[in-house]
């Protein structure tokens, strides 16, 4: 059963970083691809970023495009999102999911693909 994990959520100011992370574990050894998520209050969960199952590729959603960068260490099994510039209106909780489906060079951050996901981090920003 695959099981992912995030962390490196909090609370920060306008105009700042955070680092969140998602660590993998019970998956297959065919590689999987890993996308970003977020529900802000009152919204839907949306796709925001992803990363292919070589590593090579990324996708971002336009919102985000610039500020946040998606990597991967698969010796640790764990994708990063790092988030800079960030803005009131990225408040949310963030899910890393993982999709195994794609080919290994592509991903998609459309939300159907993925289908086993973390619990959440909380992601707060605030003045």
């Known amino acids: 059963q695959w099981q992912l994990v995030e962390s490196g959520g909090g609370l920060v100011q306008p105009g700042g970083s955070l680092r969140l992370s998602c660590v993998a574990s019970g998956l297959n050894s065919d590689g999987f691809a890993v996308g970003w998520f977020r529900r802000a209050p009152g919204k839907e969960r949306g796709g925001i970023a992803c990363?292919?199952?070589?590593?090579?590729?990324?996708n971002y959603a336009g919102s985000v495009k610039g500020r946040f960068t998606v990597s991967g260490d698969n010796a640790k099994n764990t994708v990063y999102l790092q988030m800079n510039s960030l803005k009131p209106e990225d408040t949310a909780v963030y899910y890393c999911a993982a999709a195994s489906h794609f080919s290994i060079d592509y991903c998609s951050v459309g939300e159907s693909w993925y289908h086993s996901w973390g619990q959440g981090t909380q992601v707060t920003v605030s003045s």
């Open positions: 990363i292919s199952i070589n590593g090579l590729n990324t």
